[in-house]
């Protein structure tokens, strides 16, 4: 019988030959191994014993000159591990950043399964999510990147300076102006600040700052006291926080009503020296002046001016005397208007009053030298009208609120009434009863006010519209 030897699996079959019965073989192979015999038509499987011995037999004896093979096959476990990984450096889309300011950057070449976290001085106020990177930094210095990856050759593996924060630049604040830099106690007010530095806050101080706030750059209210209003800009690390504008504003007291004024006329020829507080209207026989500038009694100008519009007529032949507290001159019949001329009535423009304002008109006229009979006359002006009938040269009348136009000019016409052979003007006195300012006086009786006038060292008592004058 032919034999022949074959390998598999790396095993090997050994001592393999068969016993003397010629149907058992035997032989020894790898221990544990499964031996595979055959005599080419006859197929057995024995499986090697511990010590690597096997046998098995035919069922029957194998043909002559046959061959059996036998083979040992070997089970192998083997493991396949995954290639070794190693994390490389990262990248980032933004490398730098700047404190105080937000930040957010994206991290390109982190290795799938891995996770990154953030190290290094300027970290701090930076947090890391995925990939991103974003926060508002508040040191200044480098950002290092952590990655860290289990089985990685290199894990964890740190990328330092991805990013570096650095100092926000220097700034300083700067003046600040406004658009309205004056304002009145009592008065509302609203000013806009400029040059405010961005991110800035500003607030007031200073003894004009009650009654005002402000609101980011608007600064507004009713200011309670007069002074300065300062305001303080304030703005985290500026070199100069915080920086104080002072006087942006300059609150001032509300202003006091001006002093209500008063002009004395006369239409006599000649004014005496002791009565100077009066205004000369008619100076020469027969002629009055194209325009004379008026004064108040204590000789400071008015502003006023007087000027006839309607010429008067002069006579100086009466003499009437006979009013109390006006000067002797100042009562002497002096202007007239006359029937038998054709002229019945005179006009006098008083200008440079304020548009709107009221004044009040006070006139003595007289009649004839014995007061025999009575000359009655009109007096109108700025919408109100008065009539006086003058007998014994006692009477004065006033219109007391009549309005300058609106060009600051005021009308007296004055006129006769019925058939009056003539009709004489002595004295008139134009008195503001509202300032400039926009304030009303109203005298009250028994009392003068802080401008009034005396005739010739005569005291004067108001009551009401009626001025007497005492001897």
């Known amino acids: 019988m032919a034999v022949k030897f074959l390998g598999a699996g790396g095993a090997s079959v050994t001592n393999f030959g068969p016993s003397a019965d010629g149907k058992t073989f035997m032989g020894k192979a790898p221990a544990g191994s499964t031996v595979s015999i055959t005599d080419g038509s006859q197929v ?68 799938a399964g891995s996770t990154l976290s953030l190290s290094g001085t300027g970290a701090a106020g930076l947090s890391i999510s995925g990939a991103t990177i974003s926060g508002t930094p508040t040191a200044a210095g480098s950002v290092n990147v952590v990655e860290t990856l289990s089985g990685a050759t290199n894990s964890p593996r740190t990328t330092s300076g991805l990013v570096t924060v650095t100092a926000a630049a220097s700034v300083t604040l700067n003046a600040l102006t406004i658009s309205s830099g004056t304002a009145t106690v009592g008065v509302a007010y609203t000013g806009t600040i400029t040059g405010k530095t961005s991110g800035s806050t500003l607030s007031v101080s200073g003894a004009g700052s009650a009654g ?12 309670t006291t007069a002074g300065s209003v300062d305001v303080i800009e304030t703005l985290a690390g500026a070199t100069n926080s915080p920086r104080t504008t002072t006087g942006l504003v300059t609150v001032t007291a509300a202003a006091s009503p001006a002093a209500l004024r008063t002009a004395q006329m006369n239409f006599t020829q000649a004014n005496p020296a002791n009565n100077a507080a009066w205004n000369d209207v008619v100076t020469n026989t027969y002629k009055s002046p194209a325009t004379i500038a008026l004064k108040d009694p204590s000789g400071v100008a008015t502003g006023w001016t007087a000027t006839w519009t309607l010429a008067p007529q002069y006579d100086n032949t009466l003499g009437n005397t006979g009013i109390a507290g006006i000067p002797d001159n100042i009562a002497i019949s002096s202007v007239y208007v006359q029937t038998d001329t054709g002229q019945k009535s005179m006009t006098l423009r008083l200008a440079g009053l304020v548009a709107g304002n009221a004044y009040k008109i006070q006139s003595y006229n007289s009649r004839t030298a014995n007061g025999s009979a009575a000359r009655p006359l009109s007096i109108t002006a700025g919408g109100g009208t008065v009539q006086v009938d003058a007998l014994g040269n006692s009477t004065i009348v006033s219109i007391p ?55 010739g060292g005569d005291p004067v008592t108001y009551n009401g519209d009626l001025v007497t004058y005492g001897a």
């Open 401 to 455: 609120s009549a309005v300058a136009d609106t060009n600051g000019n005021l009308d007296i016409v004055f006129a006769q009434v019925g058939t009056a052979a003539f009709v004489h003007l002595n004295a008139l006195i134009l008195s503001e009863t509202t300032s400039s300012g926009g304030s009303t006086t109203t005298p009250a009786s028994g009392s003068a006010p802080s401008n009034a006038v005396t005739y």
């Open 212 to 223: 005002l706030t402000i609101t980011g750059a608007t600064l507004s209210g009713t200011p």
């Open 44 to 111: 057995g499987s024995p499986k090697a014993d511990a010590t690597g011995l096997w046998t098995y037999t035919f069922p029957s004896a194998p043909a002559v000159n046959a061959t059996v093979t036998a083979s040992a096959q070997v089970s192998a476990a083997f493991t396949v591990s995954a290639p070794a990984t190693t994390l490389t450096a990262l990248t980032v889309s933004s490398g730098t950043a700047t404190i105080g300011t937000p930040y957010t950057g994206t991290v390109s070449g982190q290795t």
